[in-house]
């Protein structure tokens, strides 16, 4: 074989540190085409912060996307993470429905689980039968919270196409929607991978050391300025799960609570009574466990017990959780002047 395409694996000490200390336990995974005349592919892996911006992880540039470099990239993050933890956290993972990834996750993160990305399930589905009212159902679908909801848009699908229907058979219902996925998404349906490589889309014609360099430079920038912006703060969560909270406790207002025990109450609302348990943090709703955030009805069960909505909250939607993120600076990478192999006479 032809050796003179070198494997390259990038992890800078601060997006590990950020994403291990700060980020949702969510790992986007994506690989994209350099153009340049070296050619190659750029592997990426991506996180939420949480405020549910991009999170660049780590990125590795192989020769082609195959079973061997997905299983070379997980490995490589999966070492990267361990050098920075005792115990790496149980992640869950996003990409597209590829078998050499589902195989690689599964292989390397063995405790994680493994969605595949909305944002391309639906794409798929979108080329494959060019009908937008298919898509619209399949999205439905997978943010279904109820099983009946769920099996209801299942069979508008098939009313519209049986071809689509059965197309849809070949993933499992478990890697894709809210309502049977096993693991944790907080809400994020699709990875942010796109949003990434979206970055480096005019970087793609350049050589590898310049890619490398854009990228490098991008997160300083980033890093520098979520660091600023993220001190002016003076919520408790992110900007967008405050809103989300806040939001909760206005529509609490109305509802009626009935407390059974300890834990568990029930909520009543104009439409339906909800059943909450502060306990297991959970609500018939499923809104709470799904996105980590109190929904409406246990907002209302929290404070009629006089106890802090924002305790009930995952630490991942802290104000302090994003600027724990940011808080390691990116090191800038020395002049070309000084990238001299070694020996090399000055």
């Known amino acids: 074989s032809d050796n003179r395409f070198q494997r390259l694996f990038i992890a800078f000490y601060a997006s590990i540190y950020g994403f291990l200390s700060g980020c949702l336990p969510v790992v986007g995974l994506g690989a994209i085409q350099l153009k340049s005349k070296y050619l190659g592919t750029l592997m990426s892996a991506t996180s939420f912060d949480a405020d549910g911006g991009l999170f660049p992880i780590a990125f590795g540039v192989v020769d082609a996307e195959n079973d061997e470099s997905w299983m070379w990239f997980l490995s490589e993050l999966n070492k990267a993470l361990e050098m920075h933890t005792e115990r790496i956290p149980e992640l869950t993972f996003l990409s597209d429905a590829q078998k050499s990834i589902a195989d690689a996750v599964k292989r390397k993160f063995p405790g994680s689980s493994h969605a595949i990305c909305m944002r391309h399930l639906s794409e798929s589905m979108g080329k494959e039968f060019r009908n937008s009212r298919l898509v619209q159902l399949l999205w439905k679908a997978a943010y279904s919270t109820t099983a009946h909801g769920f ?123 909800h059943i909450v348990n502060i306990g297991t943090r959970s609500c018939s709703c499923r809104d709470w466990q799904l996105f980590g955030i109190p929904c409406s009805h246990a907002v209302a069960a929290l404070t009629s017990y006089k106890k802090d909505v924002y305790a009930y909250t995952e630490k991942y939607f802290t104000a302090s959780s994003y600027r724990e993120s940011y808080s390691e600076e990116i090191l800038r990478i020395p002049g070309k002047i000084k990238w001299k192999k070694e020996g090399d006479v000055p």
């Open 151 to 273: 099996k209801e848009k299942l069979a508008e699908i098939q009313e519209i196409s049986v071809d689509a229907a059965k197309w849809l058979q070949q993933y499992s219902h478990s890697r894709w929607s809210l309502m049977y996925f096993e693991g944790k998404r907080y809400g994020h349906l699709s990875s942010n991978i796109e949003e990434f490589n979206q970055w480096i889309l005019e970087a793609r014609e350049l050589p590898i050391v310049q890619v490398i360099e854009r990228i490098h430079s991008k997160l300083i920038s980033e890093f520098e300025e979520r660091r600023a912006e993220s001190s002016t703060w003076i919520s408790m969560l992110a900007p967008t799960a405050e809103k989300r909270l806040l939001e909760a406790m206005e529509h609490s207002s109305t509802y009626q609570v009935l407390r059974s025990d300890e834990v568990e109450f029930e909520v009543l609302s104009a439409e339906r009574s």
